[in-house]
């Protein structure tokens, strides 16, 4: 079974542009997260899509973060205008629908900012 | 907001010692659970624990939710080169809210 797959897995950009990273889940996964962990930290739950709708996004920072599954499969996650704090490995994960404590993890995008 | 405390940070130990290692949380938790982080690779789950006093064992991993609801621990035994990594643990209050992981706590085995 394909895990969950995460694009790109490297990203450098300079401050004020924008970033976008793609993630595809396990197939037949209705729950889907992304996460941001800042180094030397753990994962930090940004939003949450249940299929296509969004379940909990009270830590996503809305007025630069943006994120949307349009079709309830892959989901993209966007920074517009990046911030030098913003520099972390974004984790996408996924789970059977109501299986929020057995999620799967992608391997992550690296973003740095400059 | 809820946190988790992990400790220790990190530790160095000798192949074939044992791990302990424990997280605790001043609020309550009803799920607990142990992933552990390869360089460049996202966390994946070791254990999870559901009931207040639970020990549960995954080959050399073995480990327990706390009585009080607040703390879990993690031990390794016999530990080898593979087990280097970060372990986080993550506590879980109901089935639908997020998961709150703690800062980790860095493994390294010296052969």
């Known amino acids: 079974e394909a895990g969950v797959a995460q694009s790109p897995r490297y990203k450098i950009i300079e401050k004020r542009q924008s970033v976008a990273f793609w993630c595809n889940p396990i197939?037949?996964?209705?729950?889907l997260y992304w996460y941001q962990q800042i180094l030397g930290q753990g994962p930090k739950l940004l939003i949450q899509?249940?299929?296509?709708?969004?379940?909990?996004d009270s830590q996503l920072p809305k007025d630069r973060f943006s994120a949307e599954r349009l079709k309830g499969v892959d989901s993209t996650l966007k920074i517009q205008p990046a911030k030098l704090e913003d520099s972390a490995v974004y984790l996408c994960?996924?789970?059977?629908?109501?299986?929020?404590?057995?999620?799967?993890f992608g391997p992550g995008t690296r973003l740095t900012v400059l | 907001g809820q946190q988790l405390n992990q400790s220790p940070q990190s530790m160095f130990i000798q192949e074939g010692e044992d791990v302990s290692m424990n997280c605790t949380s001043s609020?309550?938790?009803?799920?607990w659970l142990w992933y552990k982080q390869d360089p460049g690779e996202g966390p994946v789950l070791l254990i999870a624990?559901?009931?207040?006093?639970e020990l549960t064992s995954n080959g050399r991993l073995t480990a327990q939710f706390g009585i009080t609801r607040k703390d879990s621990f993690l031990n390794i035994s016999a530990s080898i080169p593979s087990d280097v990594g970060i372990y986080f643990c993550a506590g879980q209050l109901s089935g639908n809210t997020p998961l709150v992981f703690g800062k980790g706590t860095r493994l390294s085995v010296i052969a």
């Open positions: 624990l559901y009931k207040a006093g």
């Open positions: 899509f249940q299929n296509n709708g969004v379940v909990d």
């Open positions: 994960a996924s789970s059977l629908a109501g299986a929020y404590n057995e999620q799967f």
């Open positions: 197939s037949g996964h209705a729950t």
């Open positions: 609020s309550i938790f009803n799920t």
